[in-house]
C-alpha cells in the first residue's frame, strides 16, 4: 500500500492504520491532531472485500463519541474505501438507542438498510458515473444542428437523442464492467 496515503486526516482526527502492509486486517487508531495527537478510538475492518462490500467499526472514547465527530470519521473512511476499484459499499452497525451515532452515520451519508435484533445497520454504496445523461444533450444539441440541415427539426432531434442514449448506455455498462 501507497504510504503517500496514511495517515488520513480529518478536522479533528488522523485516522491511521497500524500497519500499513495490513490495512484490512489490522486496527486503525484514530488520534487528535492537535497537542500530543492523543489516541482517542479505533477502527476496525470487518469481511474486508468479501463480495465487494468493507464492514467497519468504529470505537471512540466517550467524550468524543459525538455528531459531527462521527459524521467526520465515517465519511473519510467511505472515501478511502472507495478508492479501490473492487470495493463497492461500505457498511456498519449501531445499537437503535445511540443517538449520536445514527445522526453521524446519516450525516455521513450512510443509509439505513435494515434494523434487526436492537441494532440499526447502516451501509453507504459507490455511486455510479452516469454518461447518458450526457450523451443525451450532446445528441440533442446534435440533433438540433442535424435537423436544421436537412430543413427538419424533429426527425433531427429525434435521432440525435436517440444515438445518445445509446451511446450513454454504452458507456455506462463499460465504466460498469470495469468497476467490477
Known sequence: MDE???PLVTKHFLLQPQNTEKIWEEPWSVSLIKG???KV???HFEEAGFHGEVKIRVELENEYDKTGYDAEIFSTM????????????????CRHENDHRVRGLEKAGYVLREFKDGCD????KKQKTSWTGLYIF?????GFIIGITVSNL???TLSGILIGAVIGYLMDKKLEKEQM
Open 121 to 124: 445497520y447502516y451501509s453507504m
Open 4 to 6: 503517500k496515503l496514511f
Open 36 to 38: 500530543e495527537q492523543k
Open 154 to 156: 424533429w426527425m433531427g
Open 41 to 43: 478510538g479505533s477502527i
Open 138 to 142: 450532446v445528441g440533442l444539441i446534435a
Open 78 to 93: 467511505a472515501k478511502f474505501v472507495f478508492m479501490f476499484k473492487d470495493l463497492r459499499e461500505i457498511s456498519t452497525s
